[in-house]
Nanobody, 124 residues
Framework: QVQLVESGGGLVQAGGSLRLSCAAS????????MGWFRQAPGKERDFVAG????????YYADSVKGRFTISRDNAKNTVYLQMNSLKPEDTAVYYC?????????????????WGQGTQVTVSS
């Protein structure tokens, strides 16, 4: 069982930056691929970024490529999402997710564990 807790969301102006964190419970964090997803009001949950269990491989949605960076610190059981050059269309609830396996994975159906989400609002 893995429990995930996101933090770092908030309100930011367009062009600004935020860093999201996701802290995981358990002693086998390095056995899990991690991902970030987002869901805007009235829309489906979309893939944002994924990272392999070692951190050596990453995968991004085209909409965030070059602006967002996913990373992890296995010693701290934490995965991060650095978001730069934010746009109003990035406004959403952001969720982190975990699945046992090497990864990275882009499909939400592959992930077994989810956090409660953190709100990111980008004003124009």
């Amino acid at each position: 069982q893995v429990q995930l807790v996101e933090s770092g969301g908030g309100l930011v102006q367009a062009g600004g930056s935020l860093r999201l964190s996701c802290a995981a419970s358990g002693r086998t964090f390095s056995s899990y691929a991690m991902g970030w997803f987002r869901q805007a009001p009235g829309k489906e949950r979309d893939f944002v970024a994924g990272i392999s269990w070692s951190g050596g491989s990453t995968y991004y949605a085209d909409s965030v490529k070059g602006r967002f960076t996913i990373s992890r610190d296995n010693a701290k059981n934490t995965v991060y999402l650095q978001m730069n050059s934010l746009k109003p269309e990035d406004t959403a609830v952001y969720y982190c997710a975990a699945v046992a396996g090497p990864g990275p994975y882009g499909s939400s159906s592959l992930y077994d564990y989810w956090g409660q989400g953190t709100q990111v609002t980008v004003s124009s």
